[in-house]
């Protein structure tokens, strides 16, 4: 089923809200997307739209889908007088009239893949909104195990994945500087600027992410490996001694980069591509992980998750915070 079809709703009164709310949520319906996914599509462009009827004397929502159905985009744009300060007008509890309870952007955001917003003062305000549907169980399979140090309580490892667009996900281990909460602290926060910029370039990626280590935490640093996993093509840039591998018709060890994120000079990065063919295995490690991997004696027709649980069990060291992370590239997508 191709949609790819263009809805345009004028936003006057509470009625449109209403109507603005029921047609994208006929679309998420047709796209495919689960009863929780619809009521979140409605919830957030009830929200935004409400805002635009309260909020100024003319608008519009456009609801679209885009990358073969896989994608449902609505913009909201309304002629009234901006939001002088996005950043407290996301804050929940925020209201500029008493009719309002304030949490309408915070909440489209929460319920939503994608949130972008632009505003200029006595100009008006472009909201623009994505809903992207789940990659299908036949593309790709996860499975990963994150322990930190024995006898620690926070784990210094974070593992990023996340999906988008509706055939692509980006994936990340993250292993900062050290152990303990420091370490979980930074690596936290690395993995937040992922989440939040996860359609950026990876390179892109990597400098936001050495920006923030700089601005956070001058005197830490951050091992890191990003991918972008999409259709039959595998994007990798890796820094420090994470380590990652591919296996297709041979175990291949892909090289990082030197340098430390946000904190020794990093060389110029390159990220480099593969092709990734039916039944090939990804796996992504931190330094907890043996350098050694080997699948050999290993079922490969294991779920990703029983691999990361045996490739963990094989490979970890006795001191560290350790990750592997598996993605098993499935025989079809559709």
């Known amino acids: 089923m191709e949609l790819e079809n263009c809805l345009v709703i004028p936003l006057k009164i509470e009625k449109d809200v209403a109507l603005a709310r029921d047609e994208a949520k006929a679309v998420a319906t047709a796209m495919g997307f689960d009863d929780l996914a619809q009521s979140e599509v409605a919830l957030g462009v009830s929200e935004i739209c409400q805002n635009a009827v309260r909020h100024a ?27 002088p300060d ?36 006595h100009k008006g305000t472009k909201i623009i909104l994505e809903k992207h549907l789940p990659l299908p169980e036949t593309f790709l399979e996860f499975g990963y195990v994150s322990v930190p140090e024995e006898g620690n309580e926070f784990n210094g490892d974070q593992v990023l994945i996340r999906t988008f667009d509706g055939d692509k ?31 950026l370039p990876l390179i892109d990626l990597i400098k936001r992410c050495d920006q923030y280590i700089k601005v956070a935490s001058p005197e830490g640093g951050i091992a890191m490996s990003v991918a972008l996993i999409e259709q039959n093509k595998l994007s990798y840039l890796g820094i420090d001694d994470t380590h990652a591998y591919l296996q297709n018709e ?19 990065l390159k990220v480099r591509e593969y092709p990734l063919a039916a039944n090939d295995i990804f796996m992504l490690c931190t330094d907890g992980i043996k350098t ?18 045996t490739i963990f069990n094989q490979y970890h060291r006795v001191y560290g915070d350790a990750t592997v992370l598996v993605v098993k590239y499935q025989p079809s997508y559709g």
């Open 86 to 121: 996005i950043s407290a007008a996301m804050q929940e509890g925020f209201s500029t009239i008493s009719t309002s309870l304030g949490i309408g952007l915070e909440v489209a955001k929460r319920t939503m893949d994608k949130f972008h917003i632009e505003s200029n003062i």
């Open 57 to 83: 004397s003319d608008g519009v929502a456009t609801i679209s889908t885009h990358n073969g159905d896989k994608i449902l985009r609505i913009i909201v744009e309304d002629d009234g007088v901006g939001i």
């Open 292 to 309: 050694q991997v080997n699948l050999e004696g290993i079922d490969e027709n294991y779920s990703a998750q029983n691999l990361a649980t």
């Open 250 to 268: 041979v175990l291949n060890l892909l090289p990082n980069f030197e340098g430390r994120v946000g904190g020794r000079q990093m060389r110029s």
């Open 169 to 199: 996900v980006l994936l990340s281990v993250i292993d900062g500087l050290g152990q303990g909460y420091a370490a979980h602290k930074m690596a936290v926060g690395v993995k937040e600027i992922l989440n939040n910029n996860f359609d």
